[in-house]
């Protein structure tokens, strides 16, 4: 398995931009699909996207495509959640995630997650 650790959430205003990364740690981070989940108050924690290994596939929900984009470095150990456009109801914890080893993005997609981060706030105000 990964370690999972994010940074870049905060407070910023409805339409503004905000990056978040992920740092991983641990053997093979290629071979993981990668991806984010978010969790709102009092709300279940719901899937926001995932990349594939290569980074050449890509697979959001309705409600951020468009307006987020998922990017990885596999030489860096790294993944991104740009997020544009960014609206109240986009207010969460959001948390970086890891597949099992070997697994695909249908994985993340089914919420079948084999280490997660320790999540960051995003506060979007209107």
């Known amino acids: 398995q990964v370690q999972l650790v994010e940074s870049g959430g905060g407070l910023v205003q409805a339409g503004d931009s905000l990056r978040l990364s992920c740092a991983a740690s641990g053997r093979s981070f290629s071979t993981y699909a990668m991806g984010w989940f978010r969790q709102a108050p009092g709300k279940e924690r719901e899937f926001v996207g995932t990349?594939?290994?290569?980074?050449?596939?890509?697979y959001y929900a309705d409600s951020v495509k468009g307006r987020f984009t998922i990017s990885r470095d596999n030489a860096k150990n790294t993944v991104s959640l740009q997020m544009n456009s960014l609206k109240p109801e986009d207010t969460a914890v959001y948390y970086c995630?890891?597949?099992?080893?070997?697994?695909?993005?249908?994985?993340?997609?089914?919420?079948?997650?084999?280490?997660w981060g320790q999540g960051t706030q995003v506060t979007v105000s209107s």
């Open positions: 990349i594939s290994w290569s980074g050449g596939g890509t």
């Open positions: 995630a890891a597949s099992g080893a070997g697994q695909r993005m249908s994985a993340l997609i089914l919420g079948n997650v084999g280490s």
